[in-house]
């Protein structure tokens, strides 16, 4: 079954710098690829995802990520990091089935 | 288009007794699915709804059961509560094996 391991639980940057959030992936087939955030009390949101076409995915808020089919990676990036940014960052896997797995997510602390 | 909305937004009752809780899809998603989300373990898949039947649980004692209405809306029922269900509970919706959509999620406290 497919799997995602997100490095590091808590990650801190300064206003302004780059934002890194690294994730690697697990599947028998090509997979689908998610980011979601979190902020505090609120649900999942959406910020972008990988379906097989271009490999370096755009998303919202400046964020975007590159599926590395050689490294099973799906790291999130975003250039530079905003204090609204501070939320908790998921990854999912999925293998084209509705059977969606969630990484342990990252903490992102932005300082000012 | 309105979004995944669930209810109540927060819950709170005492060891023993029953909690429900409500999910309503985004319009026209037939797929819904509930996750447990407790301090420190990330989102733990609880149970999957499409057209109206159970398509696949988490390992969840069968404390937890729901069920999808004709309309795609959805209920979570988790009987006998333990301080360890204390956790908030996401909803989400998807269309086919489309990415899926959350909810804001209930936070249930067993006192």
């Known amino acids: 079954a497919q799997s995602v391991t997100q490095l590091g639980s808590h990650v801190s940057v300064s206003e302004g710098a780059l934002v890194l959030l690294r994730c690697n992936y697990s599947s028998s087939v090509p997979p689908y690829l998610f980011w979601y955030v979190q902020y505090p009390n609120q649900g999942l949101q959406l910020l972008l995802k990988?379906?097989?076409?271009?490999?370096l995915v755009k998303g919202i808020n400046g964020f975007e990520a590159e599926f590395k089919k050689s490294e099973t990676s799906f790291h999130l990036t975003k250039p530079s990091a905003h204090m609204s940014d501070a939320a908790e960052y998921f990854c999912a896997v999925s293998e084209g089935n509705n059977d969606m797995r969630f990484g342990a997510g990252t903490r992102l602390t932005v300082k000012p | 288009e309105a979004g995944v909305t669930q209810s109540p937004t927060h819950l709170i009752k005492t060891r023993g007794q029953q909690a429900t809780l409500r999910c309503s899809p985004i319009?026209?998603?037939?797929?819904v699915y509930w996750y447990q989300q407790a301090l420190g373990l990330g989102l733990q898949f609880l149970l999957w709804y499409d057209e109206g039947e159970e398509r696949n649980r988490g390992n969840f004692p069968p404390r937890f059961s729901g069920r999808q209405f004709p309309n795609y809306s959805s209920e979570l029922n988790v009987n006998a509560l333990e301080l360890e269900d204390s956790a908030l509970y996401l909803c989400a919706s998807s269309l086919g094996v489309s990415e899926q959509f959350f909810g804001p999620g209930t936070r249930l406290t067993v006192l």
């Open positions: 990988y379906t097989s076409a271009a490999t």
């Open positions: 319009s026209g998603h037939t797929s």
